[in-house]
C-alpha cells in the first residue's frame, strides 16, 4: 500500500501487486484504493484493500491464500452484494441498509478478526442469546434471527466464491427463534372510523389507502398520480420510496395491480381536487416544502398528524403505517376470505405450499374482498353510491394540469 501525490486534489491510496503470467513471468499492477479524505490513515486504507485483495488472489490455490478473516468476508460482501445499481437490479436500498446496520453494529465488532475456519455453530447461539440493547435489555428474537440470516447470507457469499467448502456455513445449524414478544396492534372498526373523522383530506387519504389496500408505507409514498387508474378502478404499483431514495418494489408480487373501491376512490379524488400537485407525475403525497419534488416523509406524517388525531379521539394503541397493514389483514381474515386472495391483496412473495395449490385468485374475488373491509367500516356507502367510478382521469383545465 502507498501513498501517492496529484498534481491537484487529495493524496491517494495505491495498491501494488504481482502476478505470474502463464509463461512465468511476473507482472506489477496496481489500482486505486482511494484519497486520504476517504481513509486518513493507511490502516483504514489497508481495511478498504481487504476485499480487493480477496478478488486479486480469487484465482490462486486456496491453499496458498493467506487465511481470510470475516471482517474481509464483509468488505467483499459489500462490494460485490450492497452496491447501489442504476437500473435497479440487485437488493433494494432498504436491504442494503439493514445489511450494513446489522453487519456493522453486530457482526464486525465481535466476529471481524475471526478467521472464516474458526468460526463454529456453537458459539455464534452462544452469542445470539447474550445480545443486549445498549439500555442492557435483551435484543428481541426477531432482531436476533435477522443478525442470524444476514450471517448466514455472509458465509453463503465465502462458499459461493470457494473461501469455504460447500455444507460448510456454520450458521445453518444455529437455533434462533423470531417469535414475536408482543403482539401487533389491530385498531377496531369504531377507532378507525373516529380516527378518518379527525383528519383532514390528506391525511385521510393516506390512512385510507393504507388500511384499505394494505400498502407498505414505502409503497404508499411511492405513488403517483399516474399510477392510479381512474377509469379501470386500479393501482399500480410499480416502485417504493426509502428515505428518498426511489427503488423497486419489495417483492415481484408487490407488482401486481391492486383493485380500487369506489368509494375509496371517491376520496382520492376529493384530495386530487385540492392538492397543490395534481399532474399525472406527481407524487399523490407530495411535500410542500420541496415543492413537490419528493414525496412526504412517512414518519413526519405519523408524527405530526396522524398520531395526534389518534390520540385526540382516544385511540391509545401505537398506531404506524404497519399497523393499519395488520389491521386490512385482520378484517380480510374476520370476513372469511380465501386464504389466495388474502395473500395477493397483501402482496406477499410467498405462501405454504399447500397456499400454492390453490388456483390463481380472480381480479373480482379480490375487488370484493377489499369492498367487504369498506362496507365494515362505513356501512352507509353502497355500491355505486360514489360520485365518481369508473372514472377517466380528471378535466386537466378543473385541476391547473399541465400537459404530459
Not at 174 to 202: G, N
Request: glycine letters at 6%; aromatic letters at 8%; proline letters at 6%.
Amino acid at each position: 500500500m502507498q501513498r501517492e501525490r496529484r498534481k491537484s486534489g487529495p493524496d491517494y491510496w495505491v495498491l501494488r501487486w504481482r502476478e505470474t503470467d502463464s509463461s512465468g513471468v511476473q507482472i506489477r499492477r496496481k489500482t486505486v484504493v482511494g484519497t486520504v479524505e476517504e481513509y486518513p490513515t493507511e490502516s483504514k486504507a489497508q481495511q478498504a484493500a481487504s476485499a480487493l485483495r480477496i478478488t486479486i488472489n480469487q484465482e490462486k490455490p486456496r491453499q496458498i491464500q493467506n487465511p481470510i478473516t470475516v471482517s474481509d468476508l464483509i468488505h467483499h460482501f459489500k462490494e460485490s452484494e450492497l452496491k447501489a445499481s442504476t437500473d435497479w437490479e440487485g437488493k433494494a436500498y432498504s436491504t442494503r441498509i439493514a445489511y450494513a446496520y446489522f453487519l456493522d453494529h453486530w457482526i464486525l465488532p465481535r466476529w471481524g478478526t475471526t478467521n472464516l475456519r474458526e468460526v463454529r455453530t456453537i458459539a455464534i447461539e452462544q452469542w445470539l442469546r447474550g445480545l443486549k440493547k445498549s439500555n442492557g435489555q435483551n435484543l428481541a428474537p426477531g432482531t436476533k434471527a435477522k443478525i442470524r440470516n444476514i450471517m448466514s447470507a455472509l458465509f453463503n457469499h465465502a462458499i459461493r466464491y470457494e473461501w469455504l467448502s460447500q455444507g460448510k456455513n456454520p450458521v445453518t445449524l444455529v437455533r434462533q427463534s423470531a417469535k414475536r414478544l408482543h403482539i401487533p396492534d389491530v385498531l377496531e372498526i369504531e377507532e378507525i372510523q373516529a380516527l378518518f373523522a379527525a383528519l383532514t383530506p390528506r391525511e385521510r387519504a393516506v390512512v385510507m389507502l393504507d388500511a384499505i389496500t394494505g400498502l407498505r408505507r414505502s409503497e404508499l409514498l411511492g405513488l403517483r398520480w399516474g399510477d392510479i387508474d381512474f377509469e379501470r378502478l386500479e393501482i399500480n404499483v410499480t416502485r417504493s420510496v426509502f428515505r428518498q431514495v426511489v427503488g423497486p418494489c419489495k417483492t415481484e408480487a408487490s407488482k401486481r395491480p391492486l383493485p380500487l373501491d369506489p368509494w375509496v376512490a371517491d376520496e382520492l379524488y376529493s384530495w386530487r381536487q385540492c392538492s397543490e400537485f395534481p399532474r399525472r407525475e406527481d407524487w399523490v403525497f407530495a411535500s410542500s416544502s420541496t415543492g413537490g419534488k419528493q414525496p412526504w416523509w412517512p414518519d413526519a406524517i405519523l408524527q405530526n398528524y396522524i398520531q395526534p388525531a389518534a390520540k385526540r379521539v382516544g385511540i391509545t394503541k401505537r398506531v404506524g403505517f404497519h399497523t393499519f397493514r395488520h389491521t386490512y389483514s385482520t378484517f380480510l381474515k374476520a370476513n372469511g376470505e380465501d386464504v389466495k386472495t388474502v395473500q395477493e391483496l397483501l402482496r406477499h412473495a410467498s405462501s405454504q405450499i399447500t397456499m400454492d395449490i390453490y388456483t390463481q385468485a380472480v381480479s373480482p374475488a379480490k375487488r370484493l374482498a377489499q369492498s367487504r373491509v369498506v362496507k365494515m367500516l362505513w356501512p352507509g356507502p353502497q355500491e355505486g353510491s360514489g360520485t365518481i367510478g369508473p372514472l377517466m382521469d380528471p378535466d386537466p383545465k378543473s385541476l391547473n394540469h399541465v400537459s404530459d
